[in-house]
């Protein structure tokens, strides 16, 4: 019998070593050395533990103290050290052999290298580690594991010694919904023998859902008993939250495209012919989408804007870049309908896959951009009618010129076929207007007669057209009474001046009337029709800064913001000829200096002018006489001179003021004048002068110039 045991020992892979209560190895199998690489004689006598790693020592010393001392069998794991320094891992089953007495004698330790076997297991483990993945093997009723890889930890959120010893508590971190129904239909299909793939979701992250797959193959024996479940849990957290985020996105891209106000379609790219359409693109084309399918879009474009459109979509297929555009629908019946379409490209997996479109109806907001630009054409040429308008009405002088102008230019401006003045006598009713007529009041004269102007409109005004007339007549009717008396009062003039008198104080009158009117005139251009410039202005400012516009509106609108501007710097400057602001406050020297410095940046010829300040203050008629002679000589030097230089001087006395003017020009025939108010420059200096008391002394001759010498006493009577 010993022989056998003998034979059995040196012939098994497993090395059995005998070791003494002291731990000193008293027998070791042959196998030892080929597990090792030590001979027998080496580890014979040898403390047992020294060929352990140094990490296992102790606890297997403990082991083996606990074997000797319970007497009891022990089964271990522990790595050695072999002959050549590499780490073994051993199993071990350790069994004490007693004496005749019942204590133990010495322990027999059958040990395993179960190396390669652990190699394996750790890959396993860093697979499915790294693949979020854990493999078990447990009894039918799941009460013991007879294999969990490590990653069961991370996957659950369970230590492994608890999962190992009490493997029922892993159902505590599974959802309770998800548990009753592995504890229910799950396990009666095991019961069954049945295979089970199973999603379930884990609670152990706190606010945060985690989801793992469960799958589990029941192991039968050779009689068709379960002996074992082999199975393995995936975590699949992030696939399912993918699934779900797909799913949330195809709803919501599904909501946003059939709730969308915008019309979407989508096409594919052989034909462009449309694969899908939104109710709101029905909407806006009017036709139904059962009508779209296997339509081509091109078709649904007005002709001229096919070529556009194709190359824009071909840019959107070559380049996978957005691509907007505007164009029109092709009409139904006379209405236009203009779209702007933003073409998007379909991308599927890097690939170009189809193009998505988004349509939206502009064609209100083009027509009113259409309108607004026309509009403000309108109001710009408006404007420059009433600056030119104004700017004339300063220098008329009688009703009939008054009314002659105001008729030329309604009928410039406004769409009229007919345009005249009529005259009824107060208290009469005025005849019937007949159909497309209007009649507004201008004024009244002296014999008692209420007079009209009369419109035949070839079709209804404009609400700035409107406005338009309502100023031109407004100007037209604070001149027509003044007119009307100036007129009278220059015919008695005249008539006085025949019969060798000179009425200086009507003179001035005169001048005066004319100078309040002047300001009356500057008052209302500065106060009227320049704020409503400027108020135009900025609002168009603030319109093109604050709105999105394309291209070529956005450059009209800014021509137009141009030509208020300009606007708004002619009227400021027609306002500065009627009433200089400043002209008393800075007296007469500065002022016409100021009036020089501003014609020179205009004029074509050389302006010289020597002046000294006055030791005494002269009167308002002074100043404004004296600056009011200087401006209408300056007229005739840019409209009749021809002059390539002028001069002037302005020299004061105790008892007078002197002033001259000189020019190189073409100079007149002033014989050809004589002394009535038909030329109203030469006449209007020497009445100013006149009205002043004062003498002027006019020297012209063709090719000789222009030559002005005149004197203003101190002190007018």
Not at 355 to 377: A, F, M, N, P
Not at 514 to 523: P, T
Not at 621 to 636: F, P, S, T, W
């Amino acid at each position: 019998m010993f022989e056998m045991y003998r034979i059995i020992a040196e012939n098994t892979m497993d090395s059995i070593v005998v070791v003494d209560n002291d731990a000193i190895v008293r027998f070791v199998s042959p196998s030892l050395t080929e597990m090792t690489g030590y001979s027998l004689k080496e580890y014979e006598g040898m403390d047992a533990f020294n060929i352990l790693h140094p990490d296992d020592r102790e606890r297997v010393r403990g082991e083996h103290a606990k074997a000797v001392g319970d007497g009891c069998n022990v089964d271990t794991s522990y790595r050695i050290i072999d002959a050549d320094g590499r780490v073994l891992f051993v199993e071990a089953r350790v069994r004490p052999v007693l004496d005749e007495t019942g204590h133990v004698k010495y322990v027999v330790a059958v040990a395993r290298d179960v190396t390669e076997r652990k190699q394996a297991e750790r890959l396993l483990e860093q697979i499915l580690s790294n693949t979020n993945a854990a493999v078990f093997s447990t009894d039918q009723h799941f009460s013991r594991y007879t294999f969990c890889s490590e990653s069961m930890e991370k996957i659950s959120g369970l230590p492994m010694n608890v999962i190992r010893e009490h493997p029922i508590r892993l159902h505590d971190h599974i959802h309770p919904d998800d548990n009753d129904a592995l504890m229910g239909e799950v396990k009666e299909r095991l019961d069954q023998g049945l295979s089970v793939t199973r999603n379930f979701r884990w609670i152990h992250h706190k606010d945060e859902e985690r989801w793992g797959r469960l799958i589990i193959h029941p192991y039968l024996n050779s009689e068709g008993s379960i002996e074992r479940l082999d199975g393995i849990i995936l975590d699949m957290t992030e696939k399912i939250r993918s699934d779900l985020a797909l799913e949330e996105s195809e709803q919501r891209y599904k909501s946003l495209f059939e709730n969308n106000f915008d019309g979407v379609f989508s096409m594919e790219l052989s034909g462009f012919y449309f694969v899908g359409a939104n109710r709101s693109f029905e909407e806006i084309v009017g036709v139904e989408m059962d009508q779209l399918i296997d339509r081509c879009f091109l078709g649904i474009l007005h002709d001229e804007d096919h070529a556009e459109v194709y190359a824009a979509l071909v840019q959107v297929m070559q380049l996978g870049l957005s691509r907007d555009i505007e164009c029109r629908l092709a009409q139904r019946g006379n209405a236009e309908k203009i779209v702007s379409i933003t073409f998007v490209p379909i991308i599927v997996a890097g690939k170009l896959n189809g193009i998505h479109g988004i349509v939206k109806d502009i064609t209100k907001r083009k027509q009113e951009e259409r309108e607004l630009i026309q509009s403000e054409e309108r109001y710009k040429h408006l404007q420059q009618s009433l600056n030119r308008f104004a700017g004339d009405l300063a220098r008329v002088m009688k009703v009939a010129d008054l009314e002659r102008r105001l008729l030329d230019e309604v009928g410039a401006v406004l769409r009229v076929s007919d345009a005249s003045i009529e005259e009824v006598p107060q208290g009469e009713e005025l005849p019937a207007a007949q159909a497309g007529e209007m009649r507004v009041k201008i004024g009244e004269k002296a014999q008692g007669m209420a007079v009209y102007l009369r419109i035949a409109l070839n079709q209804g005004l404009q609400k700035i057209e409107e406005e338009w007339l309502d100023t031109a007549v407004h100007y037209v009717t604070i001149l027509y009474d003044n007119l009307q008396f100036i007129e009278d009062l220059m015919q008695r003039m005249e008539a006085m001046v025949e019969g060798g008198e000179t009425p200086r104080w009507m003179l001035r009158l005169l001048f005066s009337l004319s100078e309040k009117e002047r300001a009356s005139l500057s008052s209302d251009l500065h106060d009227a029709v320049l704020q409503d410039l400027i108020i135009w202005y900025r609002k168009l400012e603030s319109l093109r800064s604050t709105t999105s516009l394309d291209h070529r509106t956005d450059q009209e609108l800014k021509r137009i913001e141009e030509g208020l501007l300009d606007a708004i710097h002619q009227i400021r400057i027609t306002c500065n000829e009627l009433r200089p602001p400043f002209l008393l406050k800075m007296g007469l020297v500065e002022s016409v200096k100021s009036l020089l410095a501003y014609a020179r940046m205009f004029a074509n010829y050389e302006i010289e002018f020597v002046a000294e300040e006055p030791s005494y203050t002269l009167s308002e008629d002074q100043i404004l006489g004296l600056y009011r002679i200087v401006q209408e000589l300056l007229n005739n030097a840019n409209k009749h001179a021809m002059a390539t230089k002028v001069a002037m001087e302005l020299a004061f006395t105790e008892d007078e003021v002197r002033f001259t003017y000189s020019d190189n020009g073409v100079g007149m025939d002033l014989s050809a004048f004589g002394g009535s108010f038909q030329h109203m420059g030469i006449a209007g200096i020497e009445k100013r002068v006149l009205s002043l008391d004062g003498k002027v002394e006019l020297t012209s001759s063709p090719n000789a110039g222009f030559h002005v010498h005149l004197r203003i006493p101190t002190n007018i009577k």
